[in-house]
């Protein structure tokens, strides 16, 4: 079925409202209500465990049977099952509303279903619109919920050789100001950070986001994986958020953890070993290559050994885009379908 003008916008509206949800163990999700004539009724979001649910806030503007007819546009489908707050399916239902569109339905077992016992209750429901836009912003949350781990992002900086640094080490700087500037602000976008021992110790970073006028407002928790000790004086120590410091190699256990701490998105900055190790356990979602016009030659590479022994064992990439930061280029890539098994 296609979609009207007035539900194209309120999804985008929808989208908006969703973004002003705090980024939790819970999707972020907004909702608004349309009259019968595409008029805005009501508006929603969800903001935090505990809280009414998107469409559940936008019904609570309303009085008596005035969203009888009405069309619920919401960006995730209205979940199935009852928690700290009943299920929104029914809400919906009770209410009188007519139609329901959703951008992308619910993963979860328990809590999806809500699109089929709203048809089951005769409303008209439709499914798809803006679904896009939706997954870019619920993706991390939707990976968190169907993998038990955080979504993962790996970023590094390389010459076109392939290059992370020198001979000597040196890595500052390989990219220029605009693709750094660019890392900042996925860094402001992430729950944590993170790198290991070996290149705190070599490259002493904050990780903190940071802009023209100083630190962002968002910050990501930092993380070191590695045994090595964390000299008092590193400028992790001065970070905003307390430093997880995990002396351990099981990345999965690693994952675990950030997971139950309510972390889905993950931003692992390196250096290489680090980087290579989490793509050779295939628990990479997205790959971030900052490409340099320069040439350094030498050994140092981007990233290390990944597992692939022979051709045929190659990990191939699904590039999404491809962006020019001054002279630089972002390359912006996921596992491809044909990714080994075990991969995201």
Known sequence: MA???????????????????????????????????????????????????????????????????????????????????????????????????????????VEGGGGERLRAAGVDVDSGLLAEEARALLEPWMTARTLGRPHVTVKWAQSLDGRAAAAD??????????????????????????????????????????????????????????????????????????????????????????HDRGMHRVFVEGGPTLASAFLAAGLVDRVLVYLAPTLLGGSRTAIADIGVASISQQRRLAVEQIDRLGDDLLVVARPAPSAPEGGS
Do not use: K
Not at 82 to 101: F, Q, S, W, Y
Not at 224 to 249: M, Q, T
């Open 3 to 109: 979609f009207s003008e007035a539900e194209q916008r309120a999804m985008a509206r929808a989208l908006e409202l969703a973004r002003r949800g705090p980024r939790s163990r819970n999707p972020q999700v907004g909702a608004v209500l349309l009259s019968p004539s595409g008029e805005v009724l009501a508006e929603g979001w969800h903001r935090g465990a505990g809280t009414p649910h998107a469409e559940v806030a936008a019904l609570s503007h309303l009085e008596g049977d005035a969203a009888h007819g009405a069309t619920a546009v919401v960006t995730l489908e209205p979940c199935n099952h009852t928690g700290r707050t009943g299920p929104c399916a029914e809400a919906l239902i009770a209410a009188g509303v007519a139609r329901v569109v959703f951008a992308l339905p619910d993963p979860g077992e």
């Open 169 to 258: 080490g040196t890595s500052r700087w390989i990219t220029g100001p605009l693709a750094r500037a660019d890392v900042h602000a996925r860094r402001a976008q992430a729950d944590a950070i993170v790198v290991g021992t070996g290149t705190l110790l070599a490259d002493d970073p904050a990780l903190t986001a940071r802009d023209a006028a100083g630190l962002r407002p968002a910050q990501p928790v930092p993380v070191v994986i590695g045994s090595a000790e964390i000299p008092a004086g590193a400028a992790i120590r001065r970070h905003p958020h307390e430093l997880l410091h995990y002396p351990s190699r099981d990345l999965d256990a690693v994952l675990a953890d950030l």
